[in-house]
């Protein structure tokens, strides 16, 4: 067998819309408070895309900043994994929009459907085709505007959601950015915890379908807290066992922006302080896919990773799907 060529994150963007939605503006829409939004997920504000604006338009903002970061025009680029759950259209893939935009003329493209977990997901095939040799540069963006697919009628899950991109470009390196582990998995007896319910082959949309709202996002909150918690804190300690590694060790987590309580609960039981957990889902919500890296580059751009440092990125979602990977910075 032909020795693994070793993996590193050479570049990272990311790009939120410039509308705001704040917890006040949900006062006016349904029976909620911002008091209850703020102590119950941490939530502040989110970003939501303007009318017009799709995922693969998100997508390729943080793409471009991507390859400016690393200097790699976009016709080096072998391929192009966009995460998502919010597709432009259910054909053609969104990374193939993506592709044409940026001018990647000589990189196959195509989309994973991981939920939240879906950009560990596609750092993961990235890894892959880079320590095979088959690639040498491979662009992975999570981009998600959740707020076509969000029930603002239903206060339980409205205020959850955002829209935003982050993109990282995955080529070989030993140095800076270097990623010493991806792992995933899945569950799929929890499908129905977080569901789109209707608009696929198994309930194809109809005015039905509709009229009831089965076209949105339905979430079984307090389940979903709950294997939020134990699959974190289970992702976390298998990949620094898997490389040797201890909590103390951990520079910086950068997990899934889902609930303030949920990051806290999990950093509480693997004895890592909070700050160094990253989080911003204050100002962001929860972007599903986009969520990890759009806090990798924020943490990134604000100076929170210094050469060395240790990071954990983890992610948990519909699926049910998890996801875990271990960088050096
Ligand atoms: O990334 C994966 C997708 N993310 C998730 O699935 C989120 C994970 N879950 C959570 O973050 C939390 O479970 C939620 C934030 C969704 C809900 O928080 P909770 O502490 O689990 O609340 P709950 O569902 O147990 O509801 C408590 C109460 C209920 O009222 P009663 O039955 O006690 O009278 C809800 O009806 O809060 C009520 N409630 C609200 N009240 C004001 C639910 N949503 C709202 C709201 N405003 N927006």
Known sequence: MPELIQSAILGWGSYLPERVLTNHDFEKMVDTSDEWITTRTGISERRIAADGQATSDLAVEAAQKALECAKCPPEDVDTIIVAT???????????????????ANNAGAF?????????????KLARGLVASGINKRV????????????????RASCILFGDGA?????????????????????????????????GGSRLPATERTVGDRMHYIRVRGRAVFKFAVNKMVECVHNALAACGYRADDVS?????????RILSAAADRLHIPMDRMYCN???????????????????????RLKPGNLLVLVAFGGGLTWGSSLVRW
């Open 281 to 303: 889902i204050d100002r962001c919500g929860n972007t599903s896919a986009a969520s990890v890296p759009i806090a990798l580059d924020e943490a990134a751009r604000n100076g």
């Open 166 to 198: 982050g993109a990282v470009l995955v080529g070989p390196g030993n140095g800076r950015g270097e990623i010493l582990y991806t792992d995933c998995g899945a569950d799929g007896s929890g499908a129905d915890m977080m569901i789109v319910p209707a």
């Open 139 to 154: 662009l992975v963006i999570g981009s998600e505007v959740l707020s076509r697919f969000t029930d603002y009628k239903d």
């Open 252 to 260: 910086l987590i950068v997990p899934h922006q889902v609930n303030t």
């Open 111 to 123: 989309d994973v459907s991981a939920a939240c977990s879906g950009f560990i997901y596609g750092l």
């Open 85 to 103: 759950v919010t597709p432009d259209t259910m054909l053609p893939s969104t990374a193939c929009r993506v592709q044409s935009t940026i001018g």
